[in-house]
C-alpha cells in the first residue's frame, strides 16, 4: 500500500511540495546550487505519481512544503562540507497527525515550522550528533496540541526564533546552539520540561514545569525508516546479493563511472547518496 503522493512543482522560483492525506515521508537533497532533489524515504511515497527521486532546478526563492494530514516524515539533510541551501524562507507544515521534522545540515534565510496537531517530533542536528541548522533572519517554530518533543542542537540563529510547544506535555531539548538577539523558547499549558547545555547567547523560556542543565544524549528518535544495503558492483564482474525478505534489490547503471549500483528499496536517501559517492570515487 502506497503511502500517498506529494506533487512538486516550482513556481516563481520557489519549490512547492503538496502532500495528500496519507503518510507521506520524503527527503529533500541538495547536488547543485538552487537545484533539490526529492525523493521517498520509505520508498513507498510517490513523487508525482512516480517513484523518484526526482530533481528540481532554478529554485532561487522559497521552499514551501505542505503535507496536510497523516503521520508525516519530512527529512532535509547535507554532507557536513556541502550543506543544503534555501536561498528565500524555508516554510514547513505537516498539518495534524504525529509527525517528524528532521534536519541536518541547512541554511535557510528565514526558517517557519508548524506541525499542526498530533504528537509531533522536530528535530534539528539529529540529537547533536551533528550540524543543525544557519537561520539568517527570524526563525518560528510551533508544535501545536498534543506531546511534543523539539530538539536543537549545534545551530546558529542570527535574529531571533520564537518557538512555542502549544498545549499537552511537552519536551525540548537544546544544545550547543548560539542565538545571536533574544530568543523565546515557550512550553505552553501541559506539564513540559526542557533541558538546555552548552548555548551561547539570549535564550529565554518560559511555562516549563521542569528546568534541566544537562542535556541527555539519547539516541535520536525512531523512525519507519528501514536499514539499507548497498553494494557497487563493475559491469565486467559478477556478484551474488543476499536480499532480507523485507528488502527488494534493485539497481541503477551510472553511465558515467560505468558501474551498476545495487542497493535495497527503504530508503531513497541512502541509496541516492552512495551512488553520488562511488561516481565521485570513479571520476
Not at 552548552?198 to 535564550?203: I, S, T, Y
Amino acid at each position: 500500500m502506497l503511502d500517498g503522493n506529494v506533487s512538486a512543482f516550482v513556481s516563481g522560483g520557489s519549490l512547492h511540495l503538496k502532500g495528500d492525506s496519507a503518510a507521506n515521508e520524503i527527503t529533500i537533497e541538495q547536488f547543485a546550487s538552487r537545484t533539490f532533489t526529492v525523493s521517498s524515504r520509505d520508498g513507498s511515497t510517490t513523487i508525482n505519481g512516480q517513484a523518484g527521486p526526482l530533481t528540481f532546478t532554478r529554485v532561487g526563492k522559497d521552499l514551501n512544503i505542505s503535507l496536510n494530514g497523516g503521520d508525516d516524515i519530512v527529512e532535509l539533510t547535507a554532507d557536513d562540507s556541502d550543506p543544503l541551501w534555501v536561498v528565500n524562507k524555508l516554510d514547513i507544515k505537516t498539518g495534524d497527525g504525529d509527525d517528524q521534522v528532521l534536519m541536518t545540515q541547512v541554511h535557510a534565510l528565514r526558517l517557519s515550522i508548524d506541525t499542526g496537531s498530533g504528537d509531533d517530533t522536530v528535530n534539528i542536528g539529529d540529537s547533536g550528533n551533528t550540524t543543525g541548522i544557519m537561520v539568517t533572519k527570524e526563525a518560528v517554530i510551533s508544535t501545536g496540541g498534543g506531546t511534543d518533543d523539539l530538539q536543537i542542537a549545534n545551530s546558529l540563529f542570527k535574529r531571533t526564533l520564537v518557538a512555542n510547544l502549544g498545549a499537552g506535555g511537552d519536551s525540548a531539548a537544546v544544545q550547543n546552539t548560539t542565538f545571536r538577539k533574544t530568543s523565546n523558547l515557550i512550553g505552553g499549558s501541559g506539564a513540559d520540561t526542557m533541558s538546555k547545555q552548552g548555548n551561547r547567547g539570549k535564550l529565554k523560556y518560559s511555562s516549563f514545569s521542569s528546568v534541566s542543565n544537562t542535556v541527555d544524549s539519547s539516541p535520536s528518535p525512531s523512525t519507519t525508516e528501514a536499514n539499507n544495503d548497498t553494494a557497487t558492483v563493475a559491469r565486467s564482474a559478477s556478484t551474488t546479493i543476499n536480499v532480507a525478505s523485507n528488502d527488494t534489490a534493485r539497481h541503477r547503471h551510472d553511465a558515467q563511472s560505468g558501474l551498476d549500483c545495487y542497493y535495497s528499496a527503504a530508503d531513497q536517501r541512502h541509496r541516492r547518496r552512495q551512488c553520488q559517492r562511488h561516481r565521485h570515487l570513479h571520476q
